[in-house]
């Protein structure tokens, strides 16, 4: 499962999902930070933190916790 957190610099609610998602044990994920780029501003802006599982095309807005990760990490 290829799976991206979308975050920004300097964000608290970024760091909880780092906490729930360690939590949880998800399995390794990129991380993309979406300060400077418009296309990802534009999509993601008021969203962060936002997990994003490419291969289902399917993404986990904020708020999450470990419970609600592994739900959406085991539904693929």
Do not use: K, N, T
């Amino acid at each position: 499962m290829a799976l991206i957190l979308y975050q920004r610099d300097h964000c608290h609610l970024c760091d909880l999902a780092l906490d729930a998602l360690a939590q949880a044990r998800a399995p390794e994920f990129e991380s993309v930070f979406i300060d400077g780029d418009a296309a990802l501003e534009a999509r993601y802006g008021l969203r962060v933190p936002v997990l994003r599982d490419v291969a289902g095309d399917r993404e986990l807005d904020w708020p999450f916790d470990a419970g609600r990760l592994r739900a959406f990490l085991d539904a693929r």
